[in-house]
């Protein structure tokens, strides 16, 4: 039961994990730059009518996504990180991962 209190007071006080989105659309991620706690869950999802991807060299990559496809990502290590899409390398985005809630 204490691990249902605990989960419940860290929705409570804002510290539990959080979804985001990214959507593709216009040849664009939006938004462009994000920032994100780690542990957060990123969603990219494609509105484009042509494939696109989410991608960090030799570190993760979401796969080609398809017009209406999601991709995730948890967030890592803070730092920032720099992604493309492979189809379209002038496609670019940040996220910025903190380690806490400001």
Not at 5 to 14: C, F, I, R, S, T
Not at 35 to 46: A, C, F, M, Q, Y
Request: with cysteine.
């Amino acid at each position: 039961m204490s691990w249902l209190l605990a989960v419940l007071m860290a929705a409570v006080l804002g510290t539990a994990p959080r979804t985001h989105t990214v959507e593709i659309r216009g040849m664009k991620f939006h938004p462009a730059e994000l920032t994100v706690v780690s542990g957060d869950t990123i969603v990219w999802i494609n509105r484009d009518i042509v494939p696109h991807t989410a991608t960090v060299n030799g570190s993760w990559d979401t796969g080609m996504l398809t017009q209406g496809a999601t991709g995730r990502h948890i967030a890592g290590r803070p730092g920032t990180i720099h992604y493309t899409c492979t189809v379209h390398p002038t496609m670019q985005g940040t996220l910025i991962i903190t380690k806490e809630r400001s």
